[in-house]
């Protein structure tokens, strides 16, 4: 993989790094009740943990709904929210300024562990269901006389998506389009770094030709004849992951399994089915993603894991697209264990 400038200022996946860090930190994974694992386990002291999220989506649905439920105070949690750049969470994350980065990869991240950062993925985000039209959207103006999408039209195309051409999502999207026939290369595009729903309001307006729609900003654009959704250019699995630093996964550990614990608790409690039928869930999120009751009911609804699959397969797709964009400053790829920590998530499933 070659060298460039973009960076970071500042399975059974192992994790945690010093023999005295990990051995604390297995007692407490291997202490998790396997009768009731997800049974609230209060810290004995309050913890206060800053949470950097970098958009409210309902792909963030499991830690907004374990918020708004109070699922953190049974574990003697308080959570402090804070809306962050998607550039910025990474590095405020490592920098200890923040105890929680909720966001997706980018070619930073990536650059930042490689270099001795230590943030790690430990929670999956919400997937998409088979159906789904959250994704890639394209305005109609770019299309040929026939009037149909053809991926050679995005040749010269302007792209808006969360983190511009870093969001890993992008490699998925370049992958299915050249499936498709096209020699699309990533030069061949100018891309955007704009939040969702910015992204969208310019799509709609023409300042953009592509644009990544997540709900609930998708519904807009499925109502507006401006645009047009492209099939089958990202995947149904998850993206975005919670994120930890060393203070949850080394120095406190056991904060670190209570944050995880509650957001596993919703998913499997209150985020499997059609949980949107339950008033309370429905109005917990509402609330955490900052849309109407009335507006949610409608929206597509993001899939919860009860698995809770960290779905590393990721990190290759990643890794592939951002040596294609010339974005990485290391050679060698990086271990799968020294970008995901499953411990949480696997201590609470097993």
Do not use: H
């Amino acid at each position: 993989m070659t060298a460039a400038a973009i960076g970071l200022a500042g399975c059974g996946v192992a994790g945690g790094s010093g023999a005295t860090e990990n051995k604390a930190a297995a007692d407490i994974f291997a202490a998790v009740n396997s009768e009731d694992p997800l049974a609230p386990v209060p810290l004995k002291e309050k913890q206060t943990l800053k949470v950097a999220v970098t958009t409210l989506i309902s792909s963030y649905g499991a830690f907004l709904a374990a918020n708004e439920l109070g699922e953190f105070n049974k574990e003697n949690l308080d959570v402090e929210v804070q809306i962050v750049p998607v550039q910025d969470a990474q590095v405020l994350l490592n920098q200890g300024r923040v105890d929680v980065a909720l966001t997706g990869f980018s070619p930073g991240v990536l650059n930042l562990i490689d270099s001795g950062g230590d943030v790690k993925a430990v929670f999956p985000g919400g997937q998409r269901l088979a159906e789904s039209t959250q994704g890639w959207y394209v305005n109609r103006q770019i299309f040929g006389s026939d009037g149909k999408f053809d991926p050679e039209d995005l040749k010269g195309a302007t792209l808006g998506a969360p983190g511009g051409s870093s969001t890993g999502a992008m490699g998925y999207f370049f992958n299915a389009m050249r499936e498709k026939g096209t020699d699309l290369k990533l030069d061949d595009i100018k891309f955007e770094n704009l939040a969702v729903p910015d992204a969208v309001a310019a799509l709609q307006r023409g300042a953009l030709d592509v644009a990544y729609a997540s709900a609930p900003f998708n519904v807009a654009l499925q109502d507006d004849d401006c645009c047009e959704f492209i099939p089958n250019a990202i995947p149904t699995t998850t993206t975005v992951y919670t994120w930890f630093g060393k203070k949850l996964r080394e120095d406190s550990p056991e904060a670190g399994l209570a944050f995880v614990r509650a957001m596993a608790r919703t998913t499997m409690e209150d985020l499997q089915g059609d949980y949107r039928k339950d008033r309370t869930v429905l109005a917990a999120l509402s609330e955490g993603l900052e849309t109407p009751v009335e507006d949610l009911a409608r929206l597509e609804p993001s899939v919860f894991d009860p698995e809770l699959d960290l779905t590393v397969k990721n990190l290759e797709v990643y890794e592939g697209y951002y040596d294609e964009l010339n974005a990485l400053q290391y050679e060698d790829p990086l271990a799968v264990d020294e970008v995901y920590d499953s411990r949480f998530t696997e201590a609470l499933t097993k």
